[in-house]
Structures are given as structure tokens and as C-alpha cells.
């Protein structure tokens, strides 16, 4: 298996993310990125280390997939459980960090968590309803 058809493999079963968002990721169009995965042209360096920070690449998993050393798809599945956990730990750090600069937010949902079960929902619900409108009205 080529190193473009092993990097395509990765952004579809490992990933999971579209060519049109991996293209997006990587400030390239999806024709490009399709050239490239199809084999058609050469992967430039820098955009083989933007694939390897997006895709959330370990070094020796990388290593391993540019010198044609892992091509066999059990191997790069395993990797998934790895950058599921690397993913959700960065998105979790951005919304912390969202909550800490928005102080008035993060009080409420503070208070929100403190409430019995049966007014969470309910609050809940009705805040989420909120936040859906504001973000319509505010486009």
C-alpha cells in the first residue's frame, strides 16, 4: 500500500473526517487533497506535517507509515482508540479555556451543575433552547 493510500486510509477509518474538512484543516482545496491521496502528485513536507498534527500522528506511527514500515490496517486501526482520547483531551482544553475567559458563563453552568436532577433538565433544556436562538439571531 502506497503512502497515499495509507494516509487516506488513516483520514477515513482512523480520523474520520471528511476530505473536504481534512483539505480545510490543511489550507489546501479538496481536488489537491484528492491528488495527493489518489497518488496522482507528490505529498510536499509541509503539508505531510500538518497531516501528521491533524491527524493526531504519533511520531514512530508516522515514521513508521512515511518508510512503508506499517501497511497493515489492524496496526493503524489500533491507533484510533489513541487519537480519540488526544482529540477529545484538546477539545476539552479549548471549551475550558472558553468557560475561564467567559467568566458569567461558566458561573451558570456552575450553578446549573449544583441543582437538583429533576430542575437540571429542565434548566437545561431551556438554556440550550437560549443559546440555539441567540446564535440564530446573532449571525
Known sequence: MSLA???KYYREEVVEISQKDAAYQLNI?????????RGVRQFPI???????????????????IVLYETTDKEIIKEAKYEVTQKVM???DRQLM??????HSLLDEIRALSQMPPNKQKHHTDFFV?????????LK
Open 46 to 64: 509541509d503539508i505531510l506535517r500538518k497531516m501528521k498534527d491533524i491527524y493526531h500522528i504519533d511520531d514512530d506511527t508516522f515514521m513508521a
Open 29 to 37: 482545496r479538496p481536488a489537491t487533497l484528492s491528488n495527493y491521496e
Open 89 to 91: 483531551k484538546a477539545e
Open 5 to 7: 493510500h495509507i494516509l
Open 129 to 137: 433552547s437560549m443559546l440555539k436562538v441567540a446564535r440564530t439571531y
Open 97 to 102: 479555556d472558553f468557560l475561564r475567559e467567559n
